[in-house]
Antibody, heavy 117, light 111 residues
Framework: EVQLVESGGGLIQPGGSLRLSCAAS????????MSWVRQAPGRGLEWVSV???????YYADSVKGRSTISRDNSKNTLYLHMNTLRAADTAVYYC????????????WGQGTLVTVS | QSVLTQPPSVSGAPGQRVTISCTGS?????????VHWYQQLPGTAPKLLIY???NRPSGVPDRFSGSKSGTSASLAITGLQAEDEADYYC???????????FGGGTKLTVL
């Protein structure tokens, strides 16, 4: 069974940093395209970042230069490092799987809440 | 402002049919990138509803259908039920952004 479990959220002061984790099971993350998607309170979905199976990484303009997406293949875990956090980064952060850049996000985690205040 | 444009809200009575539009541009839907739809119930993660424009994952009722034409796509829900009340999002890929793009979401109210 495919499962994604995020962790690492919490209350962070403005200007601070965090590392979110997404532990995957039931499939191999390095063979897939793994994304982070966030949702601010009462707002819509916003794509944040993706890491391709070949290791290429891409970021939304809103987090570019402040964020790093990475993975640990031995732990089958996806990460998102974010620094210089601001109030606008407050959101539930989801990790999600896709099989190629333009495909659907077929599995999502339950999300982890990041509050910058 | 989202790259893909959806109406903020739609509503319908039980048993009725509603449609939700998703309008993009030449760098996403118009470049023949597929459109996918998600349903998000309150307090839960999004759930894949329609993939590759018109395909339903296993377990999704055939009351839900999708279509795509030009730079737009649509989600249709027939035989509305109370449990369909949720937020719905369209998603595609944008070549100029090198990333996934979402619509702003549409809140469906079942009257």
């Amino acid at each position: 069974e495919v499962q994604l479990v995020e962790s690492g959220g919490g209350l962070i002061q403005p200007g601070g940093s965090l590392r979110l984790s997404c532990a995957a099971s039931g499939f191999t993350i390095s063979n897939n395209y793994m994304s982070w998607v966030r949702q601010a309170p009462g707002r819509g979905l916003e794509w944040v970042s993706v890491i391709y199976s070949d290791g290429s990484t891409y970021y939304a303009d809103s987090v570019k230069g402040r964020s790093t997406i990475s993975r640990d293949n031995s732990k089958n875990t996806l990460y998102l490092h974010m620094n210089t956090l601001r109030a606008a980064d407050t959101a539930v952060y989801y990790c999600a799987r896709s099989t190629w850049p333009g495909s659907d996000l077929d599995y999502w985690g339950q999300g982890t809440l990041v509050t910058v205040s | 402002q989202s790259v893909l444009t959806q109406p903020p809200s739609v509503s319908g009575a039980p048993g009725q049919r509603v449609t939700i539009s998703c309008t993009g541009s030449s760098s996403n839907i118009g470049s023949d990138y597929d459109v996918h739809w998600y349903q998000q119930l309150p307090g839960t993660a999004p759930k894949l509803l329609i993939y590759v424009n018109s395909n339903r994952p296993s377990g999704v009722p055939d009351r839900f259908s999708g279509s795509k034409s030009g730079t737009s796509a649509s989600l249709a829900i027939t035989g509305l039920q109370a449990e369909d009340e949720a937020d719905y999002y369209c998603q595609s890929y944008d070549s100029s952004l090198s990333g996934v793009v979402f619509g702003g979401g549409t809140k469906l109210t079942v009257l």
